[in-house]
Each structure stands twice: as structure tokens, then as C-alpha cells.
T-cell receptor
Framework: DQQVKQNSPSLSVQEGRISILNCDYT??????FLWYKKYPAEGPTFLIS?????DKNEDGRFTVFLNKSAKHLSLHIVPSQPGDSAVYFC?????????FGKGTRLSVIA | DAGVIQSPRHEVTEMGQEVTLRCKPI?????LFWYRQTMMRGLELLIY????????DSGMPEDRFSAKMPNASFSTLKIQPSEPRDSAVYFC???????????FGPGTRLTVT
């Protein structure tokens, strides 16, 4: 019973276009959400987060949207660059250690 | 700061042998987490510590796994005896607060033959 689900194992996007990575969760107590990026042979690195009191948080090319009623969040990358090719993990917390999804592999094609 | 440091980066061992993975968290971080990453299960939390005290070890798969944190700057994850199904990448992470951004080490890729 996964509490955080990333239903798309992989995604391919053309350079310059928008990448949209999705994440669903089941625990309504989650109040803090994060996205991590992971390159091969490296540990995950924190990318962006959002509190449940907000529905959008933006940081440069990265924007996270939160839809609490749908228990859904998404990460938008605009414009996508080849260096964005990595595995992206969604994570959530309810004043507890983070619960991670299984990740989505993003490939940005030049 | 050097970030979270893990050693070794790669470990290849034979079934039945003892394996010890090491982690140095970021200075000033009160929380330390051990994760295992596999294709099937993704990132699983094995155990975490607060101020060197184990808080939750419910993710530790079996008694073959044990973890210690003798001081604020060092932790070990031990597998004894190791089995082929333990093959995975093991990550250590640290953070200032329990439900806050965690900073991960580069991981240890363990292969048990």
C-alpha cells in the first residue's frame, strides 16, 4: 500500500518543451511535499518543496502545483533542458520522516 | 560543508559475509536516515536516528540488519550474514528536522554474490 505513487515510470520530452511529472498520495495527513532529482551514481538532491497551505511554489524553471482535494501534485519544468534528464522522486511528510514515490525517469531529447 | 559522506561507494561480497556501511552526516544535523533503493521497492526507509538515538527501525527487513550511531558524526549499517537479495544501493541522509529536507550521500552499491 504505497502512500505516494508516481504512476509514470518514464517520460520523454523534447528540449525546450514543458515536462510535467505527476504524483498522487493517499494520506490526507500529509502537509509537506518535496521533489528530489537523482542522477546516476549520485544520491537524490532536493529540488523544490511545497506546504499544504499553498497550491503553487515556483523556483526558476521549476514549479510545483498541489491539488489537495485530488491528493495530487505535479512538477513542471519549463523549458526542459538535456541536463534535466534524471530520475525525479516525489516525497511527502505528515510531521514524520519523508515517504518517497518510486520515481519517474525523465529524458530530455535534444 | 562536505555534505553527507558514505563509504565504501561500492562493495562486492560473497553470501554469508558481514558487510558494514558507513556514514558521516552533515554537521549540525540532528537526524540521520538509512535507506535502501531497489527497482522493485524504490526508496525504503530502514531506520532513523535523532541525536544518535534510534527512533524507528520498523523498516529494517530482518534481524540480519543492524544500525548504530555512536556519536553525532558517524553511523554504521551492518548486515550479517549477507544474502544475494540484500544487493541494492544503500543511502544515508541527514536533516535538521524530522519532516524537513533531507540531504543524501552518494550511496553504497552493494552486490552480494
Amino acid at each position: 500500500d504505497q502512500q505516494v505513487k508516481q504512476n509514470s515510470p518514464s517520460l520523454s520530452v523534447q528540449e525546450g518543451r514543458i515536462s510535467i511529472l505527476n504524483c498522487d498520495y493517499t494520506n490526507s495527513m500529509f502537509d509537506y511535499f518535496l521533489w528530489y532529482k537523482k542522477y546516476p551514481a549520485e544520491g537524490p538532491t532536493f529540488l523544490i518543496s511545497i506546504s499544504s497551505i499553498k497550491d503553487k511554489n515556483e523556483d526558476g524553471r521549476f514549479t510545483v502545483f498541489l491539488n489537495k482535494s485530488a491528493k495530487h501534485l505535479s512538477l513542471h519544468i519549463v523549458p526542459s533542458q538535456p541536463g534535466d534528464s534524471a530520475v525525479y522522486f516525489c516525497a511527502a511528510s505528515a510531521h514524520t520522516p519523508l515517504v518517497f514515490g518510486k520515481g519517474t525517469r525523465l529524458s530530455v531529447i535534444a | 560543508d562536505a555534505g553527507v559522506i558514505q563509504s565504501p561507494r561500492h562493495e562486492v561480497t560473497e553470501m554469508g559475509q558481514e558487510v558494514t556501511l558507513r556514514c558521516k552526516p552533515i554537521s549540525g544535523h540532528d537526524y540521520l536516515f538509512w535507506y535502501r533503493q531497489t527497482m522493485m521497492r524504490g526508496l525504503e526507509l530502514l531506520i532513523y536516528f535523532n541525536n544518535n538515538v534510534p527512533i524507528d527501525d520498523s523498516g529494517m527487513p530482518e534481524d540480519r540488519f543492524s544500525a548504530k550511531m555512536p556519536n553525532a558524526s558517524f553511523s554504521t549499517l551492518k548486515i550479517q550474514p549477507s544474502e544475494p537479495r540484500d544487493s541494492a544501493v544503500y543511502f544515508c541522509a541527514s536533516s535538521k528536522r524530522e519532516a524537513y529536507e533531507q540531504y543524501f550521500g552518494p550511496g553504497t552499491r552493494l552486490t552480494v554474490t
